[in-house]
């Protein structure tokens, strides 16, 4: 199943740019609105697994929002590849850092996103949707809990997250734009291995990034397993569960985004975004 967020109504995918109305086709059962799924995403899923009908929307890139438009919670984790860990300097055995990305950066799957300073990188990351409230879950459990996972990018704003005594992750992260996420999401039943997927960008057609899931430090499960231990996840939470090497403030020289410039983030069984940017005014 796919379900995209098209001008703000909830879509079920079925076709390239063709999707049902939810709210139309379930005959008002479920609301147009892409975050009131997730109140009964296993009725809305059973719904789905068996909805027909003619296509009655017709939707292009850019008119796609955030599948998830609204999280009650946003956790976000760094330094979760073992090469992303290397390049940034992190010891053999540090824990990945976990910290928020404020729900106001989220964007969706064709955005133009502004740069407030010169020294904005990318990270392209496998972003998780939970569906059903969860507490100190099992790793057999854990993947029973997400309604489906969606491309993201964690923009961030180098200097001011390095500013001060600590570091400034949630605010450096959190500029307006700085969580693109799309084009849709993805139930797990459609991915050809859950587990072990490939994700790249491309920056002007240029390939800065290019892993695999499989080489998280701390995988889907271990992630879900040690957020639940501490906090209660919620129906509509995100998880952006870490990028691989290749980010612009680990290569020498180092690299960021410049106006005009496009990345498309991409992973495998579920698709691609894409982010340009314009300067500040």
Same mark, same amino acid.
């Given at each position: 199943m796919r379900v995209a967020n098209v001008a703000g109504r909830a879509v079920l995918v079925t076709g390239d740019g063709v999707g049902l109305d939810v709210e139309r086709a379930s005959d008002g059962r479920f609301?147009?609105?892409?975050?009131?799924?997730? %109140?009964? &995403?296993?009725?809305?899923?059973?719904w789905?697994? #068996?909805a027909t009908g003619e296509p009655d929307v017709r939707f292009a890139p850019e008119q796609l929002g955030p599948p998830v438009p609204r999280p009650p919670q946003v956790f976000a984790i760094g330094v979760n590849y073992r090469e992303h860990a290397d390049e940034a300097g992190y010891p053999p055995d540090s824990a990945p850092i976990t910290f928020? =990305?404020?729900? %106001?950066?989220?964007?969706?799957?064709?955005?133009v996103v502004e740069l407030p300073t010169e020294?904005?990188? &990318?990270?392209?990351? !496998?972003? !998780?949707?939970?569906?059903?409230?969860?507490?100190?879950?099992?790793r057999e459990q854990a993947w029973e809990h997400?309604?489906?996972?969606?491309?993201?990018?964690? !923009?961030?704003?180098?200097?001011?997250?390095?500013?001060?005594?600590k570091p400034q992750y *949630?605010?450096? =992260? *959190?500029?307006?734009?700085f969580g693109p996420t799309g084009p849709w999401l993805v139930t797990a039943d459609e991915l050809p291995d859950r587990d072990d997927l490939a994700i790249s960008c491309r920056l002007d057609g240029e390939t800065m990034q290019s892993g695999r899931t499989s080489r998280m430090i701390y995988d889907v499960p271990e992630l879900l397993v040690r957020l639940s231990a501490v906090c209660t996840l919620l129906p509509g939470d995100l998880v952006?569960?870490? %990028?691989?090497?290749?980010? #612009?403030?680990?290569?020498?020289? =180092?690299?960021?985004? %410049?106006?005009?410039?496009? !990345?498309? *983030?991409?992973?495998?069984?579920?698709?691609s975004i894409r982010t340009r940017f314009r300067a500040a005014p």
């Open positions: 609301g147009a609105d892409p975050q009131a799924l997730f %109140t009964d &995403w296993g009725g809305f899923a059973g789905a697994a #068996g928020t =990305k404020f729900p %106001t950066c989220l964007t969706g799957a064709d955005a020294t904005v990188d &990318w990270e392209v990351e !496998l972003v !998780l949707a939970i569906g059903t409230r969860a507490r100190r879950l099992s997400v309604a489906g996972v969606t491309v993201g990018q964690d !923009l961030s704003e180098r200097v001011s997250q390095s500013a001060g005594a *949630s605010l450096a =992260k *959190s500029h307006e734009g952006f569960s870490g %990028t691989p090497s290749g980010v #612009g403030n680990a290569r020498t020289p =180092k690299r960021f985004l %410049t106006p005009g410039e496009e !990345l498309v *983030s991409e992973i495998e069984g579920v698709g």
